[in-house]
């Protein structure tokens, strides 16, 4: 009854205002506020919640893993896999806070520390015979598939194991992520500790280099939402090498910002090859377009063509190499707008607002080669739900980065709300399957991965992290960052709450929306030059401390009207309306009760600390994930927008409430033993509080 009240007066509220009022209408939020559409307000505010604790959608606290000290891919799926974190660890760099930037560092770690180098075997599992890739030894420089602290799989886990090649695009996402990393830290000492294991990575990848065009000669399962890619067929039914569209995009991606950081360091000679290695991939990507300028996802050596609309064989719609070559800006303007205008004028690829990997079904999968239909396979091979037609989140974060880039905002809208409808579901669903549908997921319906009907997982994250990342369309450089105001025109101001960084500055961002043209900017009240209307340069040698930059805007959004139902799912909030009534929270288990009483005292005993701020940074999340428990506990979840919360259900999201802040006072108690047997002197004074603070309010878990 009081979500049906709550929405009769939203709906009253705005059918008595008019445009205008409605153009001026104030929304302040909890880690943003504006002025002018309160829908997408509210999206990009919720957006933000997803990255922060809060007791109404999911959050990066349900994907830490205490014994590693790193985040997990989630619901049961217990290591970290490039290709399902990549979309979420580029959008989100930017502005994740501690905690969580240096978690993220360390997840990215259990690949790097396993890499490749000619001897170090998979292991997955324990034993070189555990599993199907455990024996595989990674060539020098590979990174994997997943990793754990131990462990990795040096190839695609999925498919034919016999026919697989090694992993070499994501190697290239890799180098992408890192040097996103690097590049936003502006930190010379962590960069010279990861270009050499970066340099390794590229090596790897430029041995597959085609000196007679410069592309990359790759086998099946090589891709990055592997193992969609077959290769080539041979005469005698094996499976050959082609020239992998993907790899060319994401590596060259990587080599953009490989030669910033070169830049970065004052290393003259790798700048010098690093600029080779870019100018000559660049120079070799029109072999991979089609005439009517999109990407092909692959090339025979022979010169036919994977991925071309109405040619007879191999006639698709490829998703995820186009989407990656506009945002990551691998191509100009005019091909970035050939690329969306293919795909806009293709519903195929787009039937439930999310972008399909592939449109139709692939015929040259190396289980279905020459099969359009798709007719006779059996499982999540079919077309829809996997690798070939699926939907994945960690794709969709790189689209949404597409459609801020070319101004597209009811298409951003589109696809933040209907995961925002999932999400409030806690049906996080990696991928979603029926073409994104999703009537029936064949993992978390069913299955080993079916726990309470919940799913949350670190893919779907790429969405609200990419909802806030393209609003400025943020380009890190060695030495400046550069701002492309991408407010939606429905917004006509817009002020963030949370900063992003850019070294250890802080930038908070504010715009005055009237259109893609920048007029003015301020840093904390002082007018800077302008040095293009098209863009605003922050030069990291000039920026303060603490910097509130204020950037005005005019000229006009031009966008196409909005022609599907995307009405925002209002319940529940991360904040209470006005005209709702706060909800009592419920009472800490006793399970809960102890650790909680610890972590408050830490906090207390913290706060006189200048050099914790780490330290701080955690124990806050910390306490919020426990008082998050009790918010939920009482919460009204509401029915449910693709499934319906049953009590089965509600439960199952309080005790993962009640999980996750198990798992964050455990992360600490673990940090704190590791300073106690190995730490500095603050480091060992810092376990010693915890220490006390455990006896005194009683030893707990």
């Known amino acids: 009854m009081r979500k049906y009240l709550v929405a009769l007066f939203l709906v009253a509220f705005f059918m008595s205002c008019g445009p205008e009022s409605r153009q001026t209408a104030r929304y302040e939020g909890a880690f943003c506020s504006g002025e002018g559409d309160p829908d997408f307000l509210r999206l990009i505010d919720e957006s933000f919640a997803f990255f922060n604790p809060n007791p109404a959608v999911p959050n990066l606290t349900m994907l830490y893993q205490p014994d590693w000290d790193t985040f997990v891919e989630g619901a049961g799926w217990g290591g970290w896999w490039i290709q399902n974190s990549y979309g979420f660890s580029y959008c989100a760099t930017p502005f994740l806070q501690e905690p969580w930037f240096a978690t993220l560092q360390r997840s990215w770690d259990l690949h790097w520390n396993n890499q490749g180098n000619g001897i170090r075997k998979s292991m997955w599992g324990g034993s070189d015979t555990a599993t199907w890739f455990s024996h595989l030894i990674g060539p020098e420089g590979s990174l994997g598939d997943m990793a754990s602290p131990e462990w990795i799989g040096f190839k695609q886990g999925d498919g034919d194991q016999n026919l697989h090649d090694w992993f070499y695009e994501a190697t290239a996402a890799g180098l992408v992520v890192q040097a996103e990393i690097l590049l936003v830290s502006h930190d010379l000492k962590a960069a010279d500790f990861y270009l050499p294991k970066m340099e390794r990575a590229s090596d790897f990848i430029e041995r597959t280099r085609d000196p007679q065009n410069n592309l990359f000669l790759v086998g099946p399962a090589s891709n990055l939402l592997a193992p969609s890619y077959g290769g080539v067929q041979q005469p005698d039914g094996t499976f050959g090498k082609g020239y992998l569209a993907g790899l060319s995009i994401t590596y060259l991606a990587a080599l953009d910002r490989m030669v910033e950081l070169y830049k970065m360091t004052g290393d003259q000679a790798k700048f010098e090859e690093y600029e080779r290695r870019q100018k000559i991939t660049r120079e070799s990507l029109p072999l991979l377009l089609t005439s009517d300028g999109y990407f092909v996802k692959s090339l025979e050596p022979d010169g036919t063509k994977h991925g071309v609309l109405g040619q007879e064989r191999f006639s698709y719609l490829e998703g995820v190499a186009n989407v990656d070559a506009v945002a990551l800006r691998v ?54 739900d996997w690798v070939n037609g699926g939907v994945w989140g960690t794709v969709e974060g ?38 994104g549908e999703n009537s029936s997921n064949p993992w978390s319906d069913t299955g080993q991965f079916h726990v309470g009907g919940v799913a949350v997982m670190i893919d779907n994250f790429a969405i609200p992290a990419a909802t806030i990342r393209g609003l400025f369309d943020l380009d890190y450089r060695s030495d400046r960052l550069i701002l492309r105001p991408r407010i939606p025109g429905s917004i006509t101001a817009y002020e963030q709450k949370q900063p992003v960084r850019f070294g250890e500055k802080k930038l908070f961002l504010s715009c005055r929306n009237g259109g893609p ?23 990291f040698a000039e920026l303060p401390p603490n910097a509130n930059v204020m950037i005005t805007t005019e000229g006009g959004w031009t966008e196409d009207p909005d022609t599907t139902d995307h009405e925002y799912p209002a319940f529940p909030a991360v904040l209470p309306t006005k005209n709702e009534v706060m909800q009592v929270p419920g ?67 309080i005790r993962m409430y009640e999980r996750t802040a198990l798992a964050m006072y455990a992360g600490f108690a673990n940090r704190m033993k590791k300073y106690a047997a190995e730490g500095d002197v603050r480091q060992n004074w810092i376990a010693s509080l915890f220490s006390d603070a455990q006896e005194h309010r009683g030893k707990t878990p």
Not at 354 to 379: I, M, Q, R, V
Not at 532 to 537: A, D, M
Not at 597 to 617: C, F, G, H, P, W
């Open 398 to 435: 790189r689209a949404i980065l597409m459609y801020y880039r070319l101004g597209k905002f009811e298409d951003v809208r589109g696809s933040a709300t209907r995961a925002m409808r999932w999400a409030k579901d806690f049906r996080m669903d990696a991928p979603w399957s029926q073409r």
């Open 517 to 539: 043209v920048v007029t003015s900017v301020e840093i904390n009240g002082k007018t800077t030059p302008l040095t293009s209307p098209e863009e605003v340069v922050l030069k």
């Open 587 to 653: 009472e800490l288990s006793d399970s809960l009760r102890k650790p909680f009483a610890v972590l408050e005292e830490m906090k207390i005993t913290l706060e006189s600390d200048q050099n914790a701020e780490y330290e701080r940074a955690f124990v806050d999340a910390a306490i919020k994930a426990f008082q998050d428990c009790r918010v939920r506990q009482t919460m009204d979840p509401g029915s449910g927008y693709y499934r319906v919360i049953t009590e089965e259900r509600k439960q199952g999201i």
């Open 331 to 384: 191509v100009d303007r005019r091909i970035a707008e050939s690329i969306y205008s293919q795909i806009a004028s293709y519903p195929e690829i787009r039937p439930f607002d999310f972008l399909l990997t592939n449109a139709p079904g692939l015929d040259d999968t190396y289980w279905s080669w020459g099969n359009k239909s798709g007719a006779g396979l059996d499982g999540f091979r079919q077309y829809g």
